[in-house]
């Protein structure tokens, strides 16, 4: 039975705390290393497998970046507004203060218990006054700045639950409480402008050490297209729409022209007789979300209004239609349609029996569009796809009809909820000044402890006499407050930042010792966040550079994501399913560490994968026969009798595992592939257990290697190689010790093996110097016994030497 557990853990702890052996300092020397694992939410339940799968092998990562000479910043806090904590009181009626703060204190105790080396002295919790008045702030500076605004906007909502939804509680278009049907609602509410950076967002992915996949998530999400819009005039009045297209080239193909529901000219051109045909069609598409109108698959319908536009190219007159294929929000709300080069336009025009006409060039159009009917483009026939565009789009510009167009898909970021349990909004709005941002110096607008949250379709907020009815910053008036509270994705866009300064009271950072630590140099999360968190941190951090708080312009050099841990089912982890893992038993059996290399031994970083017993055993079998072989080592190094200073054969062939072994795990630590870390210490393990097995000649030489093994261990095993490095007698802390160093000269062998084959069967084996020259391998491959054995007799035709490690002697 090994001696390493958690009383191991305990102890060094304990000891690491109190001589501070992590406090981060930023003026000491060796490169500054900012290593940031994604904050947790509070959540009900313990840290779980995930948790420790994104925290403990970074942790190592971070320590062996530590031992590499880089001073490093690991911080850790707490996500700690949102629903969870608001429906879990409205289920339980526990108040969401009260229940976030036990959770993070049991997960404070759990996280401490991994002995992970966070910088506790930097923790944030965004729940608490010292935080959310930066949040506050942040909104301020935006709205300062004009990139946060109020305007009208439909927003999911459950007539049954009475209450605005976020997106996320929308399942299949339905209430994830009750399953009823969710419906759009115009609510006035608040966005932050993110798609004044869409250009540089997009532009600066390319820089970024990120993954390749997460990167063309943004890209997609961004959603960049160069076009052109094209004005089409009514035909009997003088209203008239742009239309967004991609595809100038194809304007003499239009066939019709289709408005969003949501488009306002919608009312003004539809005629008395189509009139309750398109007012109850804009009804039905209230229900519907952007994501399933966008659905390739989903039949289109749509209703005609009953009046008619004219193309600008040719004058000809078209139809306009109503449907919810073309969305509100992107492009002009309106689409020309081309059934023969357009899928969607086909399905409609098809179904519809609109007439389907492709034009005449290059001879792009649908496949299966047959191209009967051909419509001629006039001076443009006969050009490609490209060449048409940029003509059609000249001759528009020329005659005023048109113009050039990039579109985004990105939207402005919706940052207001009607919920209880976030930060305020710092606004006051007053009868006679309007919309009046809190001053500065009262923030933070503190969030009232006793509120009614349970749903009715208000804010909770509104409903607190005490919270709504303040007095205008500007006039002294009676006014009310902003009722509505931040997207929690607000509080974690400037986490990063107050990490570096989380005690200051002035500011939200200084902007010196933030230059100074940030941007983050490793982040490492899952990959869900790619298109929220990841891009909304992006643009705050270029909106704050903007605004000369800070130098850089991108928070996240490099990022990683981890995998995910699998139940012992291969399935994901979940209470119903009852396949969770908790760390907390196997930590009470086998130890942290031995949980810790599990999880980097047994897993593909990245990828992740399904949970084994046997695999936690093996490693704990593994930990103690280190311990074993470290035991037996140091009888020999504490009385070194026989000591001789050169190195034989069964030395040498240690040496050059050792040095074999500091050069992989160096190299693959680097690249966070911890699982050949691993594996490369096992080979190193039996290397010194063969050693020590016969008598140990050399004391002072098994030393110098017990050394840099325990030193390659601490990453890995931070607890069990503290103890180790303890019982060699060395001083506290390992963690202040440098990472070995490999040495090229020990992997140059001095011999080394060939085969001899004689007429292509292996008949002999022989030890050669390494190094020989072609020639003089022939020659040892000749002399050796056992050739001399096979070939008597018989003359030698050939003799040929295959890499250096194979000779093959041809003889008749
Ligand atoms: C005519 C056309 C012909 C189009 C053709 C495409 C192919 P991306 O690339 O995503 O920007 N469109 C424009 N605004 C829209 C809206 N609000 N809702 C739905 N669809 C809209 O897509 C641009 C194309 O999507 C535009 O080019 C327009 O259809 C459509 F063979 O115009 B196209
Ligand atoms: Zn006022």
């Known amino acids: 039975m090994s001696n390493y557990g958690t009383h191991i853990d305990e102890k060094w702890q304990q000891k690491w705390e109190d001589t501070n052996l992590y406090k981060f300092d930023k003026d000491k020397e060796g490169e500054k290393l900012y290593v940031l694992e994604m904050f947790s939410y509070p959540s009900g339940s313990n840290l779980h497998a995930g948790h420790w799968f994104n925290y403990g092998p970074v942790d190592s990562w971070a320590r062996f970046?530590?031992?590499?000479?880089?001073?490093?910043?690991?911080?850790?806090?707490?996500?700690?507004?949102?629903?969870?904590?608001?429906?879990?009181?409205?289920?339980?009626?526990?108040?969401?203060?009260?229940?976030?703060?036990?959770?993070?204190?049991?997960?404070?105790?759990q996280l401490?218990?991994?002995?992970?080396?966070?910088?506790?002295?930097?923790?944030?919790?965004?729940?608490?006054?010292?935080?959310?008045?930066?949040?506050?702030?942040?909104?301020?500076?935006?709205?300062?700045?004009?990139?946060?605004?109020?305007?009208?906007?439909?927003?999911?909502?459950?007539?049954?639950?009475?209450?605005?939804?976020?997106?996320?509680?929308?399942?299949?278009?339905?209430?994830?409480?009750?399953?009823?049907?969710?419906?759009?609602?115009?609510?006035?509410?608040?966005?932050?402008?993110?798609?004044?950076?869409?250009?540089?967002l997009l532009q600066k992915l390319e820089e970024l050490d990120w993954p390749e996949k997460t990167k063309a998530m943004q890209k997609h999400w961004i959603g960049k297209s160069i076009g052109a819009e094209a004005t089409f005039k009514m035909s009997d009045s003088e209203l008239s729409f742009n239309v967004f297209t991609t595809r100038a080239d194809t304007l003499f193909g239009v066939t019709y022209v289709v408005l969003a529901p949501e488009n306002p000219l919608v009312d003004e051109i539809t005629t008395e007789y189509y009139r309750a045909d398109v007012e109850a069609y804009k009804e039905e598409t209230k229900k519907q979300s952007d994501i399933e109108r966008q659905s390739i698959t989903r039949e289109k319908t749509g209703v005609f209004t009953g009046s008619y536009a004219i193309n600008p190219i040719n004058g000809?007159?078209?139809?306009?239609?109503?449907?919810?294929?073309?969305?509100?929000?992107?492009?002009?709300?309106?689409?020309?349609?081309?059934?023969?080069?357009?899928?969607?336009?086909?399905?409609?025009?098809?179904?519809?029996?609109?007439?389907?006409?492709r034009v005449i060039k290059g001879g792009e159009g649908l496949p299966y569009v047959d191209p009967g009917i051909m419509v001629n483009s006039g001076e443009f026939d006969g050009m490609n796809s490209e060449e048409g565009r940029i003509a059609i789009i000249d001759k528009l510009e020329a005659e005023g009809k048109g113009s050039k167009k990039v579109n985004y898909r990105l939207r402005d970021w919706l940052v207001s909820r009607q919920r209880y349990w976030g930060a305020p909004i710092p606004v006051v709005y007053c009868d006679k000044c309007g919309i009046v941002p809190v001053p500065e110096n009262e923030l933070p607008v503190k969030l009232p402890y006793n509120v009614e949250f349970a749903p009715d379709?208000?804010?909770?907020?509104?409903?607190?006499?005490?919270?709504?009815?303040?007095?205008?910053?500007?006039?002294?008036?009676?006014?009310?407050?902003?009722?509505?509270?931040?997207?929690?994705?607000?509080?974690?866009?400037?986490?990063?930042?107050?990490?570096?300064?989380?005690?200051?009271?002035?500011?939200?950072?200084?902007?010196?010792?933030?230059?100074?630590?940030?941007?983050?140099?490793?982040?490492?999360?899952?990959?869900?966040?790619?298109?929220?968190?990841?891009?909304?941190?992006?643009?705050?951090?270029?909106?704050?550079?903007?605004?000369?708080?800070?130098?850089?312009?991108?928070?996240?050099?490099?990022?990683?994501?981890?995998?995910?841990?699998?139940?012992?089912?291969?399935?994901?982890?979940s209470k119903s399913k009852g396949n969770t893992i908790s760390p907390d038993d196997y930590i009470k059996e086998f130890g942290s560490d031995v949980f810790r290399m599990y999880l980097m031994f047994g897993f593909d970083y990245t990828e992740g994968g399904a949970w084994?017993?046997?695999?936690?055993?093996?490693?704990?079998?593994?930990?103690?026969?280190?311990?074993?072989?470290?035991?037996?080592?140091?009888?020999?190094?504490?009385?070194?009798?026989?000591?001789?200073?050169?190195?034989?054969?069964?030395?040498?062939?240690?040496?050059?595992?050792?040095?074999?072994?500091?050069?992989?795990?160096?190299?693959?630590?680097?690249?966070?592939?911890?699982?050949?870390?691993?594996?490369?210490?096992?080979?190193?393990?039996?290397?010194?257990?063969?050693?020590?097995?016969?008598?140990?000649?050399?004391?002072?030489?098994?030393?110098?290697?017990?050394?840099?093994?325990?030193?390659?261990?601490?990453?890995?095993?931070?607890?069990?190689?503290?103890?180790?490095?303890?019982?060699?007698?060395?001083?506290?802390?390992?963690?202040?010790?440098?990472?070995?160093?490999?040495?090229?000269?020990?992997?140059?062998?001095?011999?080394?093996?060939?085969?001899?084959?004689?007429?292509?069967?292996?008949?002999g084996r022989i030890n050669i110097p390494s190094g020989l020259s072609d020639d003089d391998i022939k020659l040892a491959a000749l002399a050796s016994p056992d050739t001399q054995k096979h070939i008597e007799g018989k003359s030698v035709v050939k003799v040929i030497v295959i890499k250096g490690s194979l000779v093959n002697i041809v003889v008749k």
């Open 457 to 573: 379709g208000k804010s909770p907020l509104a409903k607190s006499e005490e919270f709504i009815n303040t007095t205008c910053p500007h006039c002294g008036g009676a006014a009310k407050r902003e009722a509505d509270t931040l997207d929690t994705f607000v509080c974690s866009s400037f986490y990063y930042l107050r990490y570096a300064d989380n005690k200051n009271e002035k500011e939200a950072f200084n902007k010196d010792i933030v230059n100074k630590i940030l941007p983050v140099d490793k982040y490492v999360g899952g990959p869900e966040h790619a298109c929220m968190h990841l891009l909304y941190a992006r643009f705050i951090n270029k909106a704050l550079r903007d605004m000369g708080y800070l130098d850089f312009d991108e928070p996240f050099t490099s990022l990683t994501h981890q995998g995910l841990i699998l139940g012992p089912d291969g399935q994901k982890m």
């Open 316 to 357: 000809r007159k078209v139809p306009v239609w109503v449907a919810d294929y073309v969305l509100a929000t992107y492009g002009t709300g309106a689409v020309m349609a081309v059934p023969a080069h357009d899928e969607r336009d086909f399905a409609f025009a098809t179904k519809y029996e609109l007439p389907i006409e």
């Open 612 to 763: 084994s017993d046997d695999g936690i055993k093996s490693i704990g079998k593994f930990v103690d026969r280190v311990e074993r072989i470290i035991d037996s080592s140091r009888s020999y190094i504490n009385n070194p009798v026989n000591s001789k200073d050169s190195m034989d054969k069964v030395e040498k062939e240690l040496n050059f595992i050792r040095h074999y072994t500091i050069k992989s795990v160096t190299e693959d630590m680097d690249k966070m592939q911890f699982n050949t870390c691993i594996a490369r210490l096992m080979e190193f393990t039996n290397a010194l257990s063969k050693y020590i097995s016969e008598e140990v000649k050399n004391p002072v030489f098994l030393k110098e290697c017990l050394v840099d093994y325990v030193k390659l261990f601490a990453p890995f095993a931070p607890h069990f190689s503290e103890e180790q490095w303890s019982l060699l007698e060395m001083p506290f802390s390992i963690f202040n010790e440098k990472w070995p160093e490999f040495n090229a000269n020990a992997l140059v062998k001095d011999e080394i093996e060939i085969a001899i084959q004689i007429n292509g069967k292996v008949k």
């Open 65 to 109: 970046k530590r031992m590499k000479g880089f001073n490093v910043f690991q911080p850790m806090g707490f996500d700690a507004f949102g629903l969870p904590a608001e429906n879990f009181a409205i289920k339980t009626g526990i108040h969401p203060k009260d229940s976030t703060m036990k959770n993070i204190a049991t997960m404070e105790k």
């Open 112 to 200: 401490k218990a991994m002995g992970a080396m966070f910088n506790w002295e930097n923790e944030v919790i965004t729940c608490n006054e010292d935080y959310y008045k930066w949040t506050q702030w942040l909104f301020l500076k935006l709205y300062e700045k004009g990139l946060a605004y109020r305007k009208n906007a439909p927003v999911n909502w459950c007539p049954s639950c009475n209450t605005v939804l976020a997106n996320e509680q929308v399942l299949d278009g339905e209430c994830e409480r009750c399953s009823s049907e969710v419906t759009k609602k115009d609510l006035t509410q608040w966005f932050f402008k993110i798609t004044d950076y869409s250009e540089e």
